[in-house]
Nanobody, 120 residues
């Protein structure tokens, strides 16, 4: 079993900043990639940012505002969110693709989600 635990969500005014944090634990041989998705009410879950090795990928709507970082020793991933907008309001989910042992198939895991609300 692999667990992803998020923290750092909350209420912030437009233009403000928040930092999301996620820790992966459990039966992990390796983590192929980690990232953040979000889901707003009535909308589909969408990719925000992901990181694999030293490669990062950002959704167009967060480029220049959000930064993803990862600690491969501690199995953590963080998302620094700056210049937040009301449309960034959503539940943010941590995601990880892991292997249980060398050569095993990759498995996707999700955190429970953390609410981010941007409002004045």
């Amino acid at each position: 079993q692999v667990q992803l635990v998020e923290s750092g969500g909350g209420l912030v005014q437009p233009g403000g900043s928040l930092r999301l944090f996620c820790v992966a634990s459990g039966s992990i041989f390796s983590i192929k990639a980690m990232g953040w998705y979000r889901q707003a009410p009535g909308k589909q879950r969408e990719l925000v940012a992901s990181i694999s090795n030293d490669n990062t990928n950002y959704a167009d709507f967060v480029k220049g505002r959000f930064t993803i970082s990862r600690d491969t020793v501690e199995n953590t991933v963080a998302l620094q969110m700056n210049s937040l907008k009301p449309e960034d309001t959503a539940v943010y989910y941590c995601h990880a693709t892991t292997q249980l042992y060398s050569g095993a198939r990759s498995i996707d895991h999700w955190g429970q989600g953390t609410q981010v609300t941007v409002s004045s």
